[in-house]
């Protein structure tokens, strides 16, 4: 299993929005369900790779992404875990 990130939003909405303007910039975003490690008043939330947390970094910083947090996922061993690293 590879790290990645997944973004939570508030809205359904607001998480459709984070796919088009990822896309607006050449960056595929997978939509998934909140995984259940995490909570969200959302059920849907973006996954997406190392690469492209640059990319997102800059759509939270400029307030465009309107995502309510973004976690990182790793395995250990036979265990996921999600570490929260941006809040809204």
Excluded at 38 to 67: K, M, N, Y
Aim: glycine share 6%.
């Amino acid at each position: 299993m590879n790290n990645y990130y997944v973004a939570t939003f508030y809205s359904t909405s607001q998480a459709l929005r984070f796919e088009r303007l990822m896309q607006g910039k050449g960056q595929q975003v997978t939509m998934i369900p909140v995984p259940r490690i995490i909570s969200s008043s959302c059920g849907i939330a973006a996954r997406f790779t190392e690469s492209q947390w640059p990319t997102v970094q800059s759509l939270l910083s400029t307030g465009t992404g309107d995502a309510e947090e973004v976690y990182f996922f790793t395995a250990v061993g036979k265990k996921v875990l999600a570490e929260r690293i941006w809040h809204n």
